[in-house]
């Protein structure tokens, strides 16, 4: 047996059928160099795109949608999964590490102990925007901000104002955000911000050869330091849709968190390792940085996972194994996209028949049609196992949330889909404070009223012919989304 890993194994007769297909494209390309240049071309495209999708694993259905449209259009589907395709680089991980190295030379690891945690939970997100506008004023020597999105509105436009006014007191002001997520935002929005000695940075441009790797791996960390002492995470970007001063019926429900205390050394690490891949600068120029420590505040331990194509291998994917495989009495979970992997998924069915009390909440819809319809397949299926579904009605649930027993919380920028657990460049933190779970575990509570549970109408709904056909289309191309 290969393993295949978060997606279960390979058969020994996949593995032999798949290396003897590559045997077979090999002898005919050399057959073909002598005959026709062109087809020579086209049959090692073919090989190039059969090695990255084994290479990828991202499940064995993701061969069954490559497949087809390596054979018939080779020189396109080779350019593709140039630019968009693949999990992991190696140089980028290297240079991960070497930020560690630094770090590690320069200070002891992070202490993930001694810290105060905060729920930002309303529902309108205005107490993250509260907290930001108090952080971003107290801040008496470093700003470093991190977003997928940056929205040109009263929100984006609001931080940016503050940031640049910071930066013209001598505050250094550091933004960095997503070449995709806020496409076109920054050269528009932030000239005031740099026109004051403020640093702004896009992560990997999708343009070729201007990006570091696939343009499909997209940071959608959110992390916002202060000073090395506070820092908030979460799902929220920057604009109104996430967060504002008055309520409005266009706004996801979401929520943030603030973390003060040692944690926060680890926040700023990944800040770095990210600002050093956009900008090519040397983590040494970082040294003094680095080197800090805030003092124990509190008593919440919260300890940080980075995931994303830097790293070795899968570390939130790996953190939600250790956690469903060790569950003994509950699993909730928030998301706004539902689709696990293949082990995850298992090891959720498997709790809910053993008679766990396994919880899903989502979105009745959300923002992304196409991976609510390939959610409904996992979706019935845990049902059948035991699990309670719950669809949140009010608003887009955009929040990500998992609780294990009532003793440890993930939370961050991660959705329970394969592009977070496996693409996109992710930051988590496992929680382990009784207080903030219990406060969590609340706001969950209230969601729950604005929810409705999982219909048997529904149900029959999704095991129409049509309708399973649908799901099966959407659950092959889902990791491409």
Not at 276 to 294: G, I, N, V, Y
């Amino acid at each position: 047996m290969v393993p295949f890993k978060g997606y279960g194994r390979l058969t020994r007769s996949t593995t032999l059928a798949l290396l003897a297909t590559l045997a077979v494209l090999v002898a005919g390309w050399t057959g073909l160099l002598k005959e026709n240049t062109l087809t020579a071309i086209e049959t090692g495209c073919k090989i190039y795109v059969l090695l990255r999708v084994m290479r990828a694993r991202i499940s064995p259905a993701y061969l069954l949608l490559w497949g087809p449209l390596t054979w018939f259009f080779p020189i396109p589907s080779a350019l593709v999964l140039f630019l968009f395709g693949g999990r992991k680089h190696s140089a980028l991980a290297a240079a991960k590490k070497e930020v560690s190295r630094v770090a590690w030379r320069l200070s002891d690891e992070p202490d993930f102990g001694g810290n105060r945690f905060r729920l930002l939970g309303d529902p309108h997100g205005r107490d993250t925007l509260e907290a930001l506008r108090s952080l971003i004023k107290g801040a008496q020597r470093r700003i470093s901000v991190s977003t997928y999105i940056l929205s040109d509105d009263a929100v984006g436009r609001e931080i940016v104002s503050l940031l640049t006014a910071r930066a013209k007191e001598g505050v250094e002001v550091r933004l960095l955000v997503d070449a995709i997520g806020s496409f076109g935002i920054p050269l528009r929005l932030c000239r005031p911000l740099q026109r004051a000695g403020g640093l702004v940075a896009r992560f990997n441009p999708a343009i070729p050869m201007q990006g570091k790797g696939s343009a499909n791996w997209r940071n959608h960390r959110k992390i916002a330091v202060f000073d090395g002492l506070s820092a908030i995470i979460g799902g929220q970007n920057l604009g109104m849709r996430y967060m504002g001063e008055k309520p409005s019926n266009r706004r996801f429900r979401d929520c943030s968190f603030l973390i003060t205390g040692p944690t926060v050394a680890a926040l700023e690490r990944v800040f770095i390792a990210d600002w050093c891949q956009a900008t090519d600068e040397s983590p040494m120029e970082f040294a003094s940085l680095l080197r800090e420590r805030a003092p124990r505040v509190g008593s919440a331990r919260v300890e940080i996972i980075a995931s994303g194509p830097d790293c070795e291998g899968d570390p939130l994917w790996e953190a939600y194994e250790k956690s469903f495989s060790g569950c003994r009495r509950s699993i909730t979970i928030v998301t706004p996209y539902f689709v696990p992997d293949r082990t995850l998924f298992a090891l959720l069915i498997t709790a809910a028949s053993a008679g766990r009390h396994v919880k899903i909440m989502v979105p009745r819809r959300s923002d992304h049609r196409l991976l609510d319809l390939a959610r409904r397949w996992y979706l019935r299926r845990l049902k059948e196992a035991g699990a309670e579904i719950l669809f949140f009605k009010p608003d887009v649930l955009h929040a990500k949330l998992v609780i294990v027993d009532g003793e440890e919380m993930v939370v961050g920028s991660a959705n329970l889909d394969m592009r977070s657990l496996f693409l996109n460049y992710e930051i988590g933190a496992i929680v382990r404070d009784p207080a903030a779970i219990e406060e969590v575990t609340t706001l969950i509570a209230g969601w729950e009223g604005e929810s409705t549970h999982y219909t048997q109408d529904l149900y029959r709904r999704d095991r129409t012919w049509t309708g399973r056909a649908i799901e099966a289309l959407a659950k092959v191309i889902s990791p491409l989304l």
